[in-house]
C-alpha cells in the first residue's frame, strides 16, 4: 500500500508531527510512505522502520526561483541526504513573535507560487503512484491548498487527521485580525475536511463536536504502542526527578513557572527534594528565562528524540501542563497532548496541572491515570503529597501503564486505521 502526506515539516522524528505519525504508521506492514513537506528543514533522523521519500518546497526555494529560474522549486530528499539549511532563523523569528502580517505574507508568497509548487509536485507524484492520501488537516491554507490539489489530480480518495480545533468560533481573541484570518480560512478547511472520506480525531470531545459540523464520519487516532510488560518503577532518593517536555507557548510556561515556584518553595523546607527539568524548542524572551533561573529551574534546548526518552526512563515524574488562560484554555481545548502516550508506555507518574475543560485534563480524570491540579491552588498540596508519600508515584505508575493498555493498543488502533485506508483505494 501507498500512501502520500502533505505536511508542513518532513515526517521525521525531529518534530512532533513526524513523531506521532511515525508511532502510527510505523505499526502498519507492508507501507510505501511518499512525504511533500513545505518548509525548509533538513531531512535528518527518520524512523528506520518506514520505508519513506521525501519532496520539499520552501519558501526559500521559492525565493530562490523568483531571483533565478535555474533555482529548482523543489527537490527530491531521500533520508540519506542529510543538508543544513539557512531558513530556520525566520521559523525561529514567527514562532517567538507569532505577528498575524507574518502569516499573511508566508500565505501570499505561496499563493503566488501556487501554480508553480502545483507543476513541480507532478512529477514526484506521478513516480510514486500513491494508492490514497493521509492527510493532516492545517490551518494554513497553502497546505490544504497542496493537498487538494494532489487529490484533484491523482483521483486518490483521502483520509484526513486532524489534531487541534482550526475550524469552530469557540475562541477567544481581542484582535480583530485574529477573527478576520479565522474567518478567511473557515471556508477551505470545511472544503479540505468535506473532501475526506473519513475524519479522524485526536479526542472524543474533537469527535462529537466535528461530527456535527462534516460530511465524513469522525474517529478517534492517538499514538499507540505494544502494551506487554510494564516497565519496573524505580525512585531516587532523596530527589524526585521531573522532567517537562514540550512546546510552552499559549501560557504554559505560566503554569509551568508556577509550578517551579511552589518546587523551590517545598525544597526549602522538605527533606526529600525535586528538581524540574525543561526541555523545549520554544523560544522564551531573555525576562522569562530569568524568572525560571530563581526558582533553580533548569530549562535546556530541545533534544533529539531518542536521547529525551532515555532521560525520561530514568526520572521519577512526568509533567504536563495546559494555561489557565481563558484564550490559551480554549485554543486547547480539544487537544490531546500525544507525549501522554509515550508517559503511558513508559509507566511514568503523571503530574497534570491544568483547567478541568480541556479535554487532556478531562481525560487523565476520567481514567484516574495521572495526579491532577486543575486550579493553581491545588499545585501545592500535589507536591506536599509527592514528596511526603513515596508509594503515590509507585501508585501512578501503574495507572499510567494500565491507561496506555487500554485505550492506546497499537494492534487495535493500526487495524481500524488500516481498514479505513483498503476501503477507500
Known amino acids: 500500500m501507498k500512501i502520500l502526506i502533505v505536511s508542513k515539516t518532513p515526517l521525521t522524528l525531529n518534530n512532533s508531527f513526524g513523531i506521532s505519525y511515525s508511532n502510527i504508521l510505523g505499526g502498519i506492514p507492508n507501507l510505501k510512505i511518499a512525504n511533500i513537506f513545505l518548509r ?18 520552501s519558501e526559500k526555494s521559492i525565493l530562490d526561483n523568483f531571483k533565478d529560474k535555474k533555482n529548482p522549486l523543489g527537490s527530491r530528499i531521500e533520508p540519506s541526504d542529510i543538508k543544513k539549511t539557512n531558513g530556520q532563523d525566520f521559523y525561529t523569528f514567527g514562532r517567538k513573535h507569532r505577528w498575524q ?35 493532516p488537516i492545517y490551518y494554513a491554507s497553502y497546505i490544504n491548498k497542496m493537498a487538494n490539489f494532489i487529490k484533484k489530480y491523482t483521483g486518490c480518495k483521502m483520509v484526513g487527521y486532524i489534531s487541534d480545533d482550526n475550524y469552530t468560533l469557540k475562541k477567544f481573541h ?27 480525531t485526536i479526542t472524543q470531545m474533537q469527535k462529537n463536536e466535528y461530527s ?41 510556561w505560566k503554569t509551568l513557572l508556577k509550578l517551579a515556584k511552589e518546587i523551590n518553595q517545598a525544597n526549602s523546607i522538605c527533606i526529600n527534594k525535586m528538581k524540574l527539568s525543561i526541555y523545549t524548542p520554544t523560544p522564551l524572551k531573555k525576562r522569562i528565562i530569568r524568572q525560571f533561573e530563581k526558582q533553580d529551574a533548569n530549562l535546556f534546548d530541545p ?5 529525551l526518552v532515555k532521560i525520561q526512563k530514568e526520572s521519577d515524574l512526568m509533567i504536563f501542563v495546559e494555561s489557565f488562560n481563558l484564550r490559551d484554555k480554549l485554543d486547547s481545548n480539544m487537544s490531546f497532548s500525544t507525549k501522554l502516550v509515550d508517559f503511558f508506555y513508559l509507566g511514568k507518574p503523571i503530574l497534570a496541572i491544568g483547567p478541568k475543560e480541556i479535554a ?23 507536591i506536599s503529597l509527592i514528596i511526603n508519600n513515596s508509594t503515590v508515584l509507585e501508585n501512578y505508575s501503574k495507572n499510567s501503564w494500565d491507561c496506555g493498555k487500554a485505550k492506546h493498543n497499537r494492534k487495535e488502533m493500526c487495524e481500524k486505521l488500516i481498514d479505513d485506508f483498503v476501503q477507500n483505494i
Do not use: M
Open 40 to 57: 525548509d528543514e533538513e531531512v535528518t533522523n527518520v524512523d528506520p522502520s518506514l520505508d519513506i521519500v521525501f519532496f520539499k518546497i
Open 101 to 135: 502580517i507574518l502569516y499573511w505574507g508566508q500565505e501570499l508568497l505561496w499563493k503566488f507560487a501556487r501554480s508553480k509548487t502545483y507543476h513541480v509536485s507532478k512529477d514526484f507524484v506521478d513516480t510514486f503512484s500513491p494508492d490514497i492520501i493521509f492527510q
Open 174 to 200: 481581542l484582535s480583530p485580525l485574529y477573527w478576520i484570518n479565522r474567518f478567511i480560512k473557515r471556508p477551505l478547511i470545511r472544503k479540505t475536511i468535506n473532501n475526506c472520506e473519513v475524519l479522524y
Open 212 to 252: 456535527k459540523l462534516f460530511k465524513p464520519e469522525c474517529k478517534i487516532l492517538t499514538k499507540c504502542y505494544d502494551f506487554v510488560k510494564r516497565p519496573p518503577f524505580n525512585l531516587h532518593k532523596d530527589t524526585i526527578i521531573c522532567i517537562y517536555a514540550g512546546g510552552v507557548g499559549n501560557g504554559r
Open 303 to 307: 533534544i533529539p528524540y531518542s536521547e
Open 360 to 382: 487532556s485534563i478531562k481525560y487523565l480524570q476520567e481514567n484516574n491515570a495521572a495526579l491532577v491540579s486543575t486550579n493553581k491552588k491545588e499545585i501545592k498540596e500535589k
